[in-house]
């Protein structure tokens, strides 16, 4: 898991709910910001890899943004943004295992032949007959 905290950029605002009078002046939401493309922490392949995986959240300047409006504290919120994005892009860099493309066994394919064989005989025995 890499840590690349030093290159987040914090943005603040005030946030919406709960705080009473204390949301209209103080600015408890933050954003959480960090350009992809000029990380140094990771490699070409990693910064394709993150670009690809999270292309939903990756505005068109290349900014992966995440706002957090949870806590009544900026301290609070800023850390929970930044557990989020740390998160976030490190499973974004898991690489599936691929899937091996495997055969059924002899006998299931036995298996299910005689399956369908039985229940095609049980439906022809339900024909009515003349």
Same mark, same amino acid.
Not at 7 to 27: C, D, F, H, I, P
Not at 45 to 68: M, Y
């Given at each position: 898991?890499? *840590?690349?905290?030093?290159?987040?950029?914090?943005?603040?605002?005030?946030?919406?709910?709960?705080?009473?009078? =204390?949301?209209? @002046?103080?600015?408890?939401?933050?954003?959480?910001?960090?350009m992809v493309s000029e990380s140094e922490f990771f490699n070409e392949?990693?910064?394709?890899?993150?670009?690809? @995986?999270?292309? =939903?959240?990756?505005?068109?300047?290349?900014?992966?943004?995440?706002?957090?409006t949870e806590s009544r504290t900026q301290l609070q919120n800023k850390?929970?943004?930044?557990?989020?994005?740390?998160?976030?892009? =490190?499973?974004?860099?898991?690489?599936?295992?691929?899937? @091996?493309?495997?055969?059924?066994?002899?006998?299931?394919?036995?298996?299910?032949? *005689?399956?369908?064989?039985?229940?095609?005989?049980? @439906?022809?025995?339900?024909?009515?007959r003349l």
């Open positions: 898991m890499k *840590d690349f905290t030093k290159e987040l950029t914090y943005k603040t605002s005030r946030s919406s709910g709960a705080g009473g009078q =204390n949301v209209n @002046k103080v600015e408890t939401s933050v954003t959480v910001i960090w392949e990693e910064k394709e890899l993150i670009s690809e @995986k999270l292309k =939903n959240r990756i505005n068109s300047e290349g900014l992966l943004q995440l706002t957090v850390k929970i943004a930044t557990e989020r994005i740390l998160e976030l892009v =490190n499973k974004s860099l898991i690489k599936p295992k691929p899937r @091996k493309a495997s055969k059924p066994s002899k006998g299931q394919i036995a298996k299910r032949l *005689d399956n369908k064989k039985k229940l095609s005989e049980k @439906k022809e025995n339900r024909r009515f």
